[in-house]
T-cell receptor, first 116, second 110 residues
Framework: DAGVIQSPRHEVTEMGQEVTLRCKPISGHDYLFWYRQTMMRGLELLIYFNNNVPIDDSGMPEDRFSAKMPNASFSTLKIQPSEPRDSAVYFC??????????????FGPGTRLTVL | QKEVEQNSGPLSVPEGAIASLNCTYSDRGSQSFFWYRQYSGKSPELIMSIYSNGDKEDGRFTAQLNKASQYVSLLIRDSQPSDSATYLCAVNMNTDKLIFGTGTRLQVFP
């Protein structure tokens, strides 16, 4: 059974360029989460979706960040324009709730973004 | 005050000893609690979840929850060098999202 799939695994870009990160959640999961992890700030939730609808984007740092989930099997996180301080590991996670609080979140392998 | 607090460590224990990792949280109404393990350069993976006061055991791992004290801990018995990783405490505070602590780095030396 495939886990959460993210692409690319590594991205190196120059300041000002557009970056698009991709995620395929586990089939049947109805929640999708985008996180950013840095040494200084740890693991931060950026945005999450339920049934493809954005529920909470309060963690999105700036208008330069946007996320979409056009269908149940695909989501993107876009940064435009990118800045060096956006350098981090970006994780996508998915989960399913069955009548209760958020269930176990399964994380993808992450995308290591470096903005020069 | 941070919502979920952990000692960053490193916590160093000898092989075969018990490692005790601690976490406190701010929201008294929190209902579910998770421990994730993250090896260097890898993604977090769930190792334990706990929902009720008391202890929950799974192999060498025991999670302990005390809601009155707003405290959750993870004990690792017979620690192995392969347990060396960062352990993240995560709390669901009656929403659909988890709040993560910054993690405790555990080092198990032979």
């Amino acid at each position: 059974d495939a886990g959460v799939i993210q692409s690319p695994r590594h991205e190196v870009t120059e300041m000002g360029q557009e970056v698009t990160l991709r995620c395929k959640p586990i089939s049947g999961h109805d929640y999708l989460f985008w996180y950013r992890q840095t040494m200084m700030r740890g693991l931060e939730l950026l945005i999450y979706f339920n049934n493809n609808v954005p529920i909470d984007d309060s963690g999105m740092p700036e208008d330069r960040f946007s996320a979409k989930m056009p269908n149940a099997s695909f989501s993107t996180l876009k940064i435009q324009p990118s800045e060096p301080r956006d350098s981090a590991v970006y994780f996508c996670a998915s989960s399913t709730t069955s009548g209760g609080p958020t269930d176990t979140q399964y994380f993808g392998p992450g995308t290591r973004l470096t903005v020069l | 005050q941070k919502e979920v607090e952990q000692n960053s460590g490193p916590l160093s224990v000898p092989e075969g000893a018990i490692a005790s990792l601690n976490c406190t949280y701010s929201d008294r109404g929190s209902q579910s609690f998770f421990w994730y393990r993250q090896y260097s350069g890898k993604s977090p993976e769930l190792i334990m979840s706990i929902y009720s006061n008391g202890d929950k055991e799974d192999g060498r791992f025991t999670a302990q929850l005390n809601k009155a004290s707003q405290y959750v801990s993870l004990l690792i018995r017979d620690s192995q060098p392969s347990d060396s990783a960062t352990y993240l405490c995560a709390v669901n505070m009656n929403t659909d999202k988890l709040i993560f602590g910054t993690g405790t780095r555990l080092q198990v030396f032979p």
